[in-house]
Structure formats: C-alpha cells, structure tokens
C-alpha cells in the first residue's frame, strides 16, 4: 500500500491550489483521510481530515479557506487550498488509515509529501 501526493507548486499570495492524494495497492478498505502540514522548524499540524462518509473537520484557522473532499471509487483525497497566504508554506503530507487484505486491522499510511511555497 503507498500514498501517492501531488499537486504542490509556488503560487503567489492570494492565489489557490489543489492537492490530490491516491491510495494504491492491496486496500481493502479506507477510513479517515486527511492532510497535514510541516512549515520548516515547526511541528506537523492537521490541515484537515474526512470520514469515508465523507464527515470533514478542519484546523479552526483554515476553515472557510480551505475545503477536503475525497473519492471512494478512486482511493484518492483532495485538498482544495483557497486564498492562500505565505503563513500556509509548508510540505504538505496525505495520510489514510488503511486496511489491506493481508492485515488484520488498519494502520497508517504516509505520503511522500508534496511542497506549497506561497510568495508575497
């Protein structure tokens, strides 16, 4: 099973991107899914997470600008990043709890991260 992030770039302040994360391998299921971020000499903070019913929950200081949203039928979740700020430069990393069909309960599973640098 891996994770596969894409989507990251430089975008100027103000601007808007759209990370995708797909899940490949011997899944037999998926549960949560989210986002996270690392800004350089800080902690890893939750960007944002969804249930595979689709239930979302968000950092208190990125909600309204931020939106995820995921594909069953694709493995795979988003991260819509709107009005974005040079504060939200960061390495963004996908996460999933996963099931595959060799395991007996879910782990979880890392991206490789994917860079959103935002100039002012």
């Known amino acids: 099973v891996e994770l596969q992030a894409s989507g990251g770039g430089v975008v100027q302040s103000g601007g808007s991107l759209r990370l995708s994360c797909a899940a490949s391998?011997?899944?037999?299921?998926?549960?949560?899914m989210g986002w996270y971020r690392q800004a350089p000499g800080r902690q890893r903070e939750l960007v944002a997470r969804?249930?595979?019913?689709?239930?979302?929950n968000y950092a208190d200081s990125l909600k309204g600008r931020f939106t995820i949203s995921r594909d069953n039928a694709k493995n795979t979740v988003y991260l819509q990043m709107n009005s974005l700020k040079p504060e939200d430069t960061a390495v963004y990393y996908c996460?999933?709890?996963?099931?595959?069909?060799?395991?007996?309960?879910?782990?979880?599973?890392w991206g490789q991260g994917t860079q959103v640098t935002v100039s002012s």
């Open positions: 996460n999933a709890e996963i099931r595959s069909y060799y395991a007996v309960g879910s782990a979880d599973y």
């Open positions: 391998g011997t899944i037999f299921s998926i549960n949560n």
């Open positions: 969804i249930t595979s019913a689709g239930h979302a």
